[in-house]
T-cell receptor
Framework: AQSVTQPDIHITVSEGASLELRCNYS??????LFWYVQSPGQGLQLLLK??????LVQGIKGFEAEFKRSQSSFNLRKPSVHWSDAAEYFC??????????FGAGTILRVKS | NAGVTQTPKFRVLKTGQSMTLLCAQD?????MYWYRQDPGMGLRLIHY???????AKGEVPDGYNVSRLKKQNFLLGLESAAPSQTSVYFC????????????FGPGTRLTVT
């Protein structure tokens, strides 16, 4: 069965520092991969997605992610974090039956 | 274009009471989904629909029922609420086809006492 692992439950970074959120997936074929962000009390907003082609994908708000098939990873990165990036981030993989399977999420705290 | 809307935003139920959550989308999407979100568990799929008049079970369907009588609406029902159903419920929708991208509503926070 498809699964997504986000190893870090919480991450704290200083404002202006770089960020990397980890995501590992389990899927038999070429995956469709997503990163969503959820601000407190809000719904989920799509940051970026990977379907095929260039393994480095750009998203909104200055985020990017790199698909590495050999490592079954799709890590999210940002060069310089802003206080407004504090939120919960979810990695997801497209699954058989038109579904998404989500990771447990990583809560990002930004300290000034 | 409102996207995906959910009604109500908050609700408190007593154990054994029933209620229906409404999800509406104005994007003419074929697929609609209901998830629940609990701390440390991400989003878990309750039920979904691939078109008007169709529904299917997801990962955690027990205690919930759904209906999709109109393409734009997807209803989630709790017949006899239990404290274990205290959660935040999200609805999502997407177009059919190769893209799995889902669009989410703002959520409904349900507390069962």
């Amino acid at each position: 069965a498809q699964s997504v692992t986000q190893p870090d439950i919480h991450i704290t970074v200083s404002e202006g520092a770089s960020l990397e959120l980890r995501c590992n997936y389990s899927y038999g074929a070429t995956p469709y991969l997503f990163w969503y962000v959820q601000s407190p009390g809000q719904g989920l907003q799509l940051l970026l997605k990977y379907f095929s082609g260039d393994t480095l994908v750009q998203g909104i708000k200055g985020f990017e992610a790199e698909f590495k098939r050999s490592q079954s990873s799709f890590n999210l990165r940002k060069p310089s974090v802003h206080w407004s990036d504090a939120a919960e981030y979810f990695c997801a993989v497209g699954s058989y039956g038109n579904k998404l399977v989500f990771g447990a999420g990583t809560i990002l705290r930004v300290k000034s | 274009n409102a996207g995906v809307t959910q009604t109500p935003k908050f609700r408190v139920l007593k154990t054994g009471q029933s209620m229906t959550l409404l999800c509406a989308q104005d994007m003419n999407h074929e697929y609609m989904y209901w998830y629940r979100q609990d701390p440390g568990m991400g989003l878990r799929l309750i039920h979904y629909s691939v078109g008007e008049g169709t529904t299917a079970k997801g990962e955690v369907p027990d205690g919930y029922n759904v209906s999709r009588l109109k393409k734009q609406n997807f209803l989630l029902g709790l017949e006899s609420a239990a404290p274990s159903q205290t959660s935040v419920y999200f609805c999502a929708s997407r177009l059919s086809g190769a893209s799995y991208e889902q669009y989410f509503g703002p959520g409904t926070r349900l507390t069962v006492t």
